[in-house]
């Protein structure tokens, strides 16, 4: 009966497939004389209707000058506009510059000489998706039919059985009699089958309704649950954890986390300490989840110290940092942002923006006191020479921390430059 009905509907298909090839569409390109520089592009059954529909609220007709008859009218339509999009005048409507009429014809007559002579390969193509939807729908209706007529030999087994004890199951809590619909449904067993089992069987049934539906019933499920979410509030040691080295309830802030597994260690952050032989007390970075000592951590006003290490918070700060460079527009040198202010308050500058500040040095150098050389940073020329750092520091705006520390090794550069004291 199902081969039967199965081709029956292929039979109906293929018809009604074959109607609306037979009818044929027609593709046309037309022109208006009121818009000479454009012509259209479309698809139609009847071409003198569409022409009538075209010209509607102009006063001349619109023509049409070629039409090719093909069946794969909406492919072709849309490969020309692929191919086309950009000769098109607006983006919504068919209609391309006349410059391209040639151009567009002679790619239409290839498209469909090419389909109709590949006409029943390319028909086989197009249908093999759609035949396989009908027999997806076959097999729907095929399963729904097995299922009724399993239904219809198969009738309900409660019927067959005493209604007291089959409908009814024991809570092994509360040890009352109760219906099976206020039991959970046990989610292991949730897909089980009752065609496994002969449920005209007292014992087979018993079986399906212990594998199917949970020991304890809704009710005590439930107040289960409240009481093991009350435990959790009142219990003290909820958020504390044993250590097994010195075997205390510790909480859980004091343990190390592993965050190659993300989970705690099993032993506190002292035994963690004293079992590594680390002299003084640690602490977790959270960015660089590493355990470090407490000199290597900066600390708030509340003498706490904070979540992030020291080198952690020193590349934030690089990071945010802006070290691009600006050409100062008086003196025209390549100096960093933050640093343009300061320059253009030095001798140097002032002196570029017609200032004519006095770059006389009146300081006298004292005993102690030791000549600087100021030198570019890439090709080590020198510059000039100061008498001391503290006259250099005026003189050229720069930190003259920062200048010791250069000349000292410390440092590679100061304000872009690099400084020596003279030998």
């Known amino acids: 009966m199902l081969e039967d009905e ?3 509907l292929i039979n109906k298909y293929e018809k009604s497939k074959k109607r609306e090839l037979e009818k044929g569409y027609i593709i046309y390109a ?10 259209k592009v479309g698809t139609t059954v ?3 209707s569409r022409t009538s529909s075209l010209s509607t609220g102009t006063t001349e007709d619109f023509v049409i000058k070629k039409t090719w008859f093909c069946r794969y009218y909406k492919q072709i339509e849309n490969m020309v506009k692929i191919r086309f999009s950009k000769y098109r005048t607006l983006a919504r409507k068919e209609l391309y510059n006349i410059e391209n009429y040639d151009e567009i014809c002679a790619f239409i007559e290839k498209m469909v000489n090419f389909c109709n002579e590949n006409d029943q390969e390319y028909f086989e193509e197009l249908d093999k998706i759609e035949r396989k939807k009908l027999e997806e729908q076959i097999e729907k209706e095929r399963k729904i039919k097995e299922e009724l007529e399993f239904i219809e030999n198969h009738p309900p087994r409660l019927i067959f059985i005493d209604n007291n004890r089959s409908n009814k199951k024991k809570c092994s809590k509360c040890l009352v009699l109760k219906s099976v619909t206020k039991f959970y449904i046990r989610n292991e067993n949730k897909d089980i089958n009752e065609k496994d089992y002969d449920l005209d069987n007292e014992e087979e049934y018993k079986k399906y309704i212990k594998k199917k ?21 009142i219990n003290p040691n909820h958020n504390k954890k044993i250590c097994l080295e010195c075997k205390n309830m510790i909480e859980i802030d004091n343990f190390f986390t592993n965050y190659e597994t993300n989970k705690l260690y099993e032993i506190c952050a002292k035994c963690y300490v004293l079992k590594n032989n680390l002299e003084t007390e640690h602490k977790q970075c959270n960015s660089c989840h ?13 003498n706490t110290y904070r979540n992030n290490c020291k080198e952690c918070r020193n590349a934030e700060a690089r990071s945010k940092r802006d070290n691009s460079t600006v050409e100062c527009q008086y003196c025209k040198k390549e100096i960093s942002k933050t640093n343009i202010t300061t320059h253009q308050k030095t001798k140097y500058c002032q002196n570029a923006q017609g200032k004519n500040v006095s770059t006389k040095r009146n300081v006298k150098a004292t005993s ?3 000549t600087v050389i100021q030198y570019e940073l890439n090709t080590k020329n020198i510059i000039t020479k100061f008498p001391s750092i503290t006259e250099a520091s005026k003189f050229t705006g720069i930190g003259r921390t920062n200048i010791d520390k250069c000349c000292r090794k410390i440092n590679k550069s100061a304000g872009g430059f690099y400084w020596e004291i003279e030998t």
């Open 6 to 8: 199965k081709k029956k």
């Open 30 to 39: 037309g022109t208006n004389d009121l818009d000479p520089d454009v012509f």
């Open 46 to 48: 009847n071409s003198s």
């Open 213 to 233: 539906y949970r020991s304890n019933c809704k009710k005590c499920d439930n107040e289960a649950a409240r009481l093991h979410k009350k435990t959790i509030k």
């Open 290 to 302: 590493k355990i470090k000592s407490l000199l290597d951590y900066h600390k708030h006003d509340n």
């Open 368 to 370: 102690r006191s030791k």
